[in-house]
């Protein structure tokens, strides 16, 4: 490693390593659900992988226009206007109240989900209690992301840590309760239902503790945040988050969506097929986390330094990041491929779930190091406040290799797909390929933004 190149890691990886902790912490959410519900029933489990591909569908694409406080915050805060940049918070809040009110309709009526996954009446039954719930914690979880956006955004991701650690430490034991009842049916088994309660008590809780953290914290006084009230929404301000934020937001639902569709499809093979997927995914997504926190750092410190007019200091970062992430996972993916019987055992005895579930992890290690790849790509290139491009690539990739060559692949569509990639097999070996496509297309762009910017035409 380049003395550069560990300047870089020894700036990137303090930011990166509370993000990393904090989303791991959140995607405990869904680890807790996956491993509680597995025991409980194939039934459940089936519903919680239909109803949170659904609510992650829903949460991720508004989730993502929210986001843009990121750059907008950070450039300002690099530029040391440290009122305005408090000011886009209570901005992004206005946002992402207004976006709850169009995710909660969409989980509250599900039914062209239900339909799309062909699920069971039994299964449509506790689709639509944990959808219920979920709508229930929307709002609160939009309004966090705004919060975890600006405090990531001025370099302070640990207070966002602090509070999804004693979210996840609340999560458990509510889940734990709802999920299998308690004294004989004192408090019911709710099953995936319970698991949406318990997630939605958590997500209040949180926005509650966070609200107190903004109002009392002496670090926020400098960004007008505990002088007065909350800003009255502002139509050019609101009109930047969505210029920028509407491009990220539909980046991020295509890239879930090339998930959560897979769920939908596979959902039509049977219970067995989609809870091998739910666990697998759920694995590939903890593995997700370290390239997230990599990018949200390197995104944080590009963000700040083009504020700051440093551009030379903004692409050195940029590409170190990228590098940083390409190494870790090659060396996790790597592990996980290595070790992937015993860590499925540690989801479920179930031996004909990690049936199903052994073959996906195969492309594990190619899928995570494009994953990693496309993800801190993606995230430099918000910094510099390009989202649109990155819109077309995306389409193209994921949802026209990685989900429509799943469906040619898995369902044999033209007759032509070998046996060994007929069914789940098939919709993650396209996803694979999708996702490579995805950051070879992101790195190659951002060279040429890069360079335009050198040359000043950008």
């Known amino acids: 490693m380049t003395a550069s190149l560990r300047q870089s890691a020894g700036r990137i990886l303090p930011l990166a390593w509370p993000v990393l902790v904090g989303q791991l912490a959140v995607l405990a959410f869904g680890t807790v659900d996956t491993v509680l519900v597995a025991r409980a029933s194939a039934l459940d489990l089936a519903a919680l992988a239909i109803g949170g591909a659904a609510y992650i569908t829903v949460f991720i694409g508004l989730m993502g226009v929210v986001l843009a406080i990121g750059p907008i915050a950070g450039q300002l805060f690099g530029a040391r206007q440290l009122h305005e940049a408090g000011r886009q918070l209570h901005q992004a809040g206005w946002l992402a ?9 969409a989980l509250l009526f599900p039914q062209p989900i239900l339909a799309l996954s062909r699920a069971s009446p039994e299964v ?92 009392h914290d ?82 944080t410190l590009v963000a700040q330094r083009i504020g700051a007019a440093d551009l030379p200091d ?46 996906l992890l195969a492309w594990v290690a190619v899928f995570h190091i494009a994953d990693a790849g496309q993800t801190v790509t993606s995230f430099v290139l918000r910094a510099h406040r390009i989202t649109t491009v990155p819109v077309l690539i995306y389409a193209f990739a994921i949802w026209g290799v990685g989900l429509g060559g799943g469906i040619v692949l898995g369902f044999d569509a033209l007759g032509i797909s070998p046996p060994e990639l007929h069914g789940a097999r098939g919709f993650w070996a396209a996803s694979t390929t999708g996702l490579t496509i995805a950051a070879l297309g992101l790195i190659g762009f951002l060279q040429w933004v890069l360079r335009q910017r050198q040359r000043g035409v950008l």
């Open 218 to 299: 002496r670090f926020y006084a400098p960004f007008g945040l505990q002088a007065g009230g909350i800003g009255r929404p502002h139509r050019q301000s609101l009109t930047a988050f969505i210029k920028l934020g509407v491009p990220m937001g539909l980046s991020v639902l295509i890239e879930v969506t090339g998930f959560t569709f897979m769920a939908f499809f596979i959902a039509r093979m049977g219970t067995t097929p989609v809870a091998g997927h739910q666990v697998a995914v759920n694995l590939v997504t903890m593995l997700f986390m370290v390239p997230l926190s990599i990018g949200n750092a390197a995104s």
């Open 97 to 105: 109240i207004g976006l709850s009110v169009i995710g909660c309709s």
């Open 124 to 215: 449509a039954i506790e689709v639509r209690g944990y959808l219920a719930a979920l709508a229930v914690a929307l709002p609160p979880a939009l309004l966090f992301t705004a919060f975890r956006g600006f405090n990531t955004s001025v370099s302070r991701p640990k207070v966002v840590m602090a509070v999804q650690l004693i979210g996840l430490a609340l999560k458990v034991p509510l889940t734990v309760l709802l999920v299998f009842g308690w004294r004989a049916g004192q408090v019911p088994a709710l099953g995936a239902t319970g698991c949406g309660i318990a997630t939605a008590i958590v997500m209040w809780a949180q926005l509650a503790v966070a609200v107190w953290i903004l109002r």
């Open 314 to 359: 903004a692409r050195r970062l940029g590409w170190h990041g990228l590098q940083i992430a390409l190494m870790i996972a090659a060396l996790l993916g790597t592990a996980v491929y290595g070790a992937r019987r015993e860590v499925l055992g540690l989801y479920t005895g179930d031996a004909a779930i990690v049936a199903a579930a052994m073959p």
